[in-house]
């Protein structure tokens, strides 16, 4: 599996060696041994979670306050979003800035997002399955959200031929300026 860092310390792309034949495909999807060499610590996942979202589904921006933080490492197995990271620690170097990559099962890559960063995603194809591995459990207390089209972001989220469908969650989460 190929690791790549990104420019936000704590967001990296995984894709794994994908074998096929006309029988279909084979990957290794998640090796704890490869994992941790390429973050340079031990990460434990204690939650998986799945959703499925028709075209237009933006969920996110989402995150979780400490001690509940989570840290994510996300995928997709069928159809394809676009998956935004979003630095939102107070005095990091890339405080406010964001990361985006489709991710899809074409493409089999993945995104580690670490703890204390903002995480969310659109669906640009028919339907899409997400996956994600969770390094602590869910806890309605700590769940924080921000605007998905916060001006102060300038998120570049792709065209999906329509205003994207949020929860009212969602629509009613927080400035970027708020933090």
Do not use: C
């Amino acid at each position: 599996m190929q690791a790549t860092a990104t420019d936000i310390d704590g967001v990296i792309v995984f894709e794994p060696k994908v074998f096929g034949d006309a029988r279909g495909f084979f990957l290794e999807s998640f090796r704890q041994q490869a994992f941790d060499a390429a973050l340079g610590r031990h990460v434990e996942f204690v939650q998986d979670n799945q959703s499925r979202s028709p075209r237009g589904v933006l969920r996110g921006l989402h995150w979780q306050e400490a001690p509940h933080a989570q840290g994510k490492l996300v995928r997709v197995t069928r159809g394809s979003v676009f998956d935004v990271a979003v630095d939102i620690r107070r005095g990091s170097p890339t405080f406010g800035r964001w990361f985006g990559i489709e991710l899809s099962e074409a493409n089999h890559r993945q995104l580690w997002i670490a703890p204390g960063l903002a995480h969310g995603f659109l669906v640009t194809s028919e339907s899409a399955d997400f996956l994600y591995k969770t390094t602590a459990y869910y806890a309605p207390e700590a769940e924080r959200a921000l605007r998905w089209d916060d001006p102060d972001l300038k998120i570049a989220w792709p065209d999906v031929g329509a205003a994207p469908t949020v929860s009212a969650k969602d629509a009613a989460a927080g400035a970027f300026a708020s933090l």
